[in-house]
């Protein structure tokens, strides 16, 4: 098993930046592969960035290519997104989630943290 827990979500303005947090405990952090999602008020819970075990590999939903990079500390069992020239429709509740079989794209993973808010304001 792993915990996850996340931070780093706010309020900022559009064109600013913010880089979310994901602290994992537990099992060893290098078992996992991970991702981050997120959801907006009455939509569903929505693919954001993935990454493999070693962070080699990364993987990005398009309306975020260019603006969000996905990394890990395998060695902190941490996890970040750092998120630039944020708009206001990715306002949302960020999750990290984890998965010792598959990443993908779908929310299908077997462990996830409680959230943070982002809100960028116009």
């Known amino acids: 098993q792993v915990q996850l827990v996340e931070s780093g979500g706010g309020l900022v303005q559009t064109g600013n930046s913010l880089r979310l947090s994901c602290a994992a405990s537990?099992?060893?952090?290098?078992?996992?592969?991970a991702a981050w999602f997120r959801q907006a008020g009455g939509k569903e819970r929505e693919f954001v960035a993935s990454l493999t075990r070693n962070g080699k590999n990364t993987y990005y939903a398009d309306f975020v290519k260019g603006r969000f990079t996905i990394s890990r500390d395998n060695a902190k069992n941490m996890m970040y997104l750092q998120m630039n020239s944020l708009k206001p429709e990715d306002t949302a509740v960020y999750y990290c989630?984890?998965?010792?079989?598959?990443?993908?794209?779908?929310?299908?993973?077997?462990?996830w943290g409680q959230g943070t808010q982002v809100t960028v304001s116009s």
């Open positions: 537990g099992r060893s952090f290098d078992l996992f592969g």
């Open positions: 989630a984890a998965d010792a079989e598959y990443i993908r794209r779908t929310p299908e993973y077997a462990y």
